[in-house]
């Protein structure tokens, strides 16, 4: 359930109340919007508490919350959040683009292309040095030698980066190189690793699972927030269907599905959405006019000799049109490319 406080309530009334949440073994997390300030309740409630906690003074009304999920919902924080990396916003007006390779393959693969999509205008370099994979005889990532690469890349260019966390043992060691952590579309519902996410003081991505709904991948999210961290963006990065043509079916309809249920900035990956490199730029170009709040493409100097999806991969000549295609695309939605000054 939500506590709205009165407008004209002050710190004393909402201590009060957290205190005696506390008290009765529940958390209270707070909103505090532009309107309104409310608290989240979370734990065991029961509808005697309502009744008792409209008693409080400063409380304006006690609403439940109808969804499973709570802190990532809209009832509970109607503005979007936006998510601070150095001076980008994510979640705002502007649209935020991620890019880079599958994985960290060499210092040189990484530097050259982190050049090569910053001149395009991305904003944020991607690449995962420890590597999810289906199968055990794939790459699996350079480990803590890819994260020096990628803090290496960030000196050179300037671009914070982004990268996959697989395990809670490697949190801190991932947190100490990145500025944002992934957890990945196989990880999404490994709760132990959202805990440790949840306690970071990173900003974290959550991909959707594979054959994750859109309640569970929501409740994934709410493991990180209820652990205090608040600083939570979601990435479609399309779902196992029974075409078979496409590596995944981009779900085009979560971009706004999410944008109506959720304050979170919903970021979307055509690469392993679609597993296609000719197919990336259409439904990048589909999921900005969905409303998303940035996108996340792979970009490799030599697609063909990628350690690593290469075949969904974009030559910086591909990604460079497509920066284009994207600036006009998110302009005719009210939208412009973050860092952009243009338009
Ligand atoms: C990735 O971003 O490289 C990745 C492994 O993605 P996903 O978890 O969505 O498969
Ligand atoms: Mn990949």
Request: aromatic residues 4%.
């Amino acid at each position: 359930m939500i506590v709205v406080m009165r407008l004209d309530s002050g710190e004393r009334e909402l201590n009060d109340i957290l205190e005696r949440l506390t008290e009765l073994g529940l958390t209270g997390h707070l909103s505090r919007g532009v309107e309104r300030t409310v608290i989240g309740v979370v734990g065991k409630t029961y509808p005697e508490l309502r009744d008792m906690l409209e008693l409080f003074p400063g409380v304006d009304e006690v609403v439940p919350i109808s969804k499973p999920y709570k802190l990532s919902s809209r009832e509970f924080q109607p503005q979007d959040s936006i998510i601070k990396v150095g001076p980008l916003t994510i979640g705002g007006d502007e649209l935020v683009v991620i890019a880079g390779p599958c994985a960290v393959e060499s210092e040189e693969q990484v530097v050259e292309t982190a050049r090569a999509v910053k001149a395009s205008g991305a904003n944020i370099l991607r690449g995962g040095a420890f590597k999810p994979s289906t199968s055990p005889y794939s790459f699996r990532g350079l480990g803590e030698a890819g994260l020096r690469i990628l803090a290496r890349a960030r000196e050179e260019t300037g671009m914070p980066v982004i990268t996959e966390v697989l395990t809670p043992q490697d949190v801190e060691l991932v947190s100490s190189y990145a500025d944002i952590l992934q957890v990945g579309a196989r990880n999404m519902q490994n709760f132990i690793l959202l805990d440790e996410v949840g306690k970071a003081k990173k900003p974290v991505m959550l991909k959707r699972g594979m054959s994750a709904t859109i309640e569970e991948w929501l409740l994934c999210a709410e493991y990180i927030l209820s652990q205090g961290n608040r600083q939570v963006m979601l990435c479609e990065r399309g779902i196992r269907t029974f075409e078979t043509y496409t590596r995944n079916t981009m779900d085009l309809s979560a971009i706004p599905i999410i944008e109506k249920l959720s304050h979170l900035p919903i970021i979307a990956d055509p690469s392993h959405g679609t597993g296609k490199w000719y197919l990336v730029a259409p439904l990048a170009l589909a999921a900005v006019a969905a409303g998303a709040d940035g996108l996340m493409i792979e970009v490799h100097p030599t697609p063909d000799s990628a350690l690593k999806d290469g075949a969904q991969s974009l030559t910086f000549e591909n990604f460079h049109k497509l920066m284009d295609q994207v600036a006009s695309v998110a302009a005719s939605v009210g939208r412009k490319l973050a860092g952009s000054t243009k338009g």
